[in-house]
């Protein structure tokens, strides 16, 4: 494959020093990449004081793999992470712990297994099929394709979840999960101070937040629930609905499945908008890589394969969506907290300290990766070497890996192909679009895009 030069997409700025608990709180609230300056992205483990507190941020692979797969019952979720996802998970298998998360995990597990994979991409190709009809409309006009892979990726989760459109519901769910963003998940400072059982004023706020995101979550599984289960499941209601525990044969509560529902609707959704969206960013600013994407797509009949239970091999395609994942994590930071003493890195861990697994900085990290900045996907072709275990965590890794990671994957890779396959896509302006993360990495702004048809459409 012919080689084409590199492309670094711009980033903020990386502050030179340690910032102070004034410039900590402001970049927690406005855009947590600007946290670690530049020895986060050079050392084994880097480490500061915080509020009386130890943190610790692990890049070396061997203490990420101590923390999340030797001892991972030895961290548990920060309090401010809990207060922050919970109106919008319950108690979904995102922050449940102990037995409780093990038994939601066993009993999940298998919805989301690979052998489920094409029945739910027959909803993904449906939904992204209907999204370029809808997008032909606007060719060689300003197109906001933001608001497009939000909108395709919130069809795709709701009718992966109830084989149904939810055109009603997702003008609510989308407004609610945007206000949320704006305000409510932005950490203050008595989130971070606050144990859980300790409400803020803030988190009376969430309370009231939650009521009303549950409800909505509430009335569309009430009306799935009025009727009768199919024969062959049709989606992962169907199959979360017929879901037993293996060892103890016990099905899911209605509101565990509520929060189940709720977990998967905003993870599923969130986070591949905005991978669709820096992975269509990153083509539009190479054009060689888009080229080689469409030419692999045409050489393929989606809708045939899919149709006959298969998904088709597009290894440029997932090899651009996994180094998007590398550059932009959707998740880009993991807080946990130690429970007990342990040793991580060489390094004696205290009870109460703050770990930190941050795939911005590890996926960046200078002695990781080759030019970490640059957009290289022949990182992930298939003849490459695969990176250094434990320094790419998109989806996390150990027993709390991402369970619907598969699915993540191959929406994301389906959803590209569709799109690049249809249509030549390019950016109207030259403003640098940077990296925001709050919730997930956002970007700073929607900019507009230009797309025209390719030959023979």
């Known amino acids: 494959m012919t080689a084409v030069p590199r492309h670094h997409p711009p980033v903020p700025p990386i502050p030179r020093d340690v910032v102070g608990l004034r410039g900590f709180l402001h970049a927690a609230r406005t855009n947590a990449l600007g946290l670690w300056p530049l020895a986060a992205y050079e050392q084994d483990i880097h480490a500061r004081r915080f509020l009386g507190r130890t943190t610790l941020l692990l890049n070396a692979p061997e203490a990420i793999h101590r923390v999340l797969v030797d001892n991972p019952g030895n961290y548990r979720r920060s309090p401010a992470s809990i207060r922050i996802l919970r109106p919008l998970t319950g108690e979904g298998l995102l922050l449940s712990e102990g037995e409780a998360w093990r038994l939601?995990?066993?009993?999940?597990?298998?919805?989301?297994?690979?052998?489920?994979?094409?029945?739910?991409?027959?909803h993904v190709l449906a939904v992204a099929e209907e999204t370029v009809a809808a997008l032909r409309t606007?060719?060689?006009?300003?197109?906001?394709?933001?608001?497009?892979?939000?909108?395709?990726?919130?069809e795709i989760a709701g009718r992966s979840m109830f084989s149904v459109e939810t055109a009603g519901a997702a003008p609510a769910l989308r407004a609610m999960v945007r206000e949320y963003g704006l305000d409510l998940a932005r950490p203050h400072l008595a989130d971070l101070l606050l144990p859980v059982a300790v409400p803020t004023w803030r988190d009376l706020r969430r309370r009231g937040f939650r009521r009303r995101w549950m409800a909505i979550m509430s009335g569309l599984?009430?009306?799935?629930?009025?009727?009768?289960?199919?024969?062959?499941?049709?989606?992962?209601?169907?199959?979360?609905?017929?879901?037993?525990?293996?060892?103890?044969?016990?099905?899911?509560?209605?509101?565990?499945?509520?929060?189940?529902t709720a977990t998967?609707?905003?993870?599923?959704?969130?986070?591949?908008?905005?991978t669709l969206f820096w992975a269509l960013t990153l083509l539009a600013a190479v054009p060689a890589v888009q080229a080689q994407v469409a030419a692999?797509?045409?050489?393929?009949?989606?809708?045939?394969?899919?149709?006959?239970?298969?998904?088709?091999?597009?290894?440029?395609?997932r090899a651009v969506v996994a180094e998007t994942l590398r550059l932009y994590p959707p998740a880009f930071t993991l807080?946990?907290?130690?429970?007990?003493?342990?040793?991580?890195?060489?390094?004696?861990?205290?009870?109460g300290t703050l770990i930190l697994i941050a795939p911005w900085v590890l996926h960046r990290h200078r002695k990781l990766w080759d030019d970490p900045g640059a957009f290289d996907p022949d990182r992930f072709a298939p003849a490459a070497p695969p990176p250094p275990r434990f320094a790419y965590l998109p989806f996390g890794a150990g027993p709390r890996v991402c369970v619907g990671a598969q699915f993540a994957l191959m929406e994301a890779t389906l959803g590209?192909?569709?799109?690049?396959?249809?249509?030549?896509?390019?950016?109207?302006?030259?403003?640098?679009?940077?990296?925001?993360?709050?919730?997930?990495?956002?970007?700073?702004?929607?900019?507009?895009?230009?797309?025209?048809?390719?030959?023979?459409d």
Not at 240 to 254: H, K, S, V, Y
Not at 264 to 274: F, K
Not at 297 to 307: F, Q, Y
Request: no cysteine; aromatic share 2%.
């Open 104 to 122: 939601q995990r066993r009993t999940i597990a298998p919805s989301l297994a690979p052998r489920m994979l094409p029945l739910l991409a027959r």
């Open 138 to 154: 606007r060719v060689d006009r300003p197109v906001d394709l933001l608001a497009s892979m939000q909108a395709m990726a919130l």
């Open 221 to 260: 599984i009430r009306d799935r629930l009025a009727s009768p289960p199919p024969e062959a499941p049709r989606d992962l209601f169907d199959l979360l609905r017929a879901a037993r525990d293996p060892e103890t044969g016990a099905g899911f509560a209605p509101d565990a499945l509520r929060d189940h």
């Open 264 to 274: 998967m609707i905003l993870a599923g959704h969130e986070t591949t908008a905005v």
């Open 296 to 317: 692999e797509v045409r050489a393929i009949d989606l809708p045939a394969a899919i149709a006959a239970g298969t998904i088709p091999d597009l290894p440029r395609t």
């Open 335 to 351: 807080a946990r907290a130690a429970i007990a003493a342990d040793m991580v890195g060489g390094r004696v861990i205290a009870p």
């Open 416 to 456: 590209l192909a569709s799109l690049i396959g249809a249509f030549e896509i390019a950016r109207t302006e030259d403003r640098p679009v940077l990296p925001v993360a709050i919730v997930t990495t956002q970007p700073d702004h929607a900019p507009p895009f230009r797309l025209r048809a390719r030959g023979g």
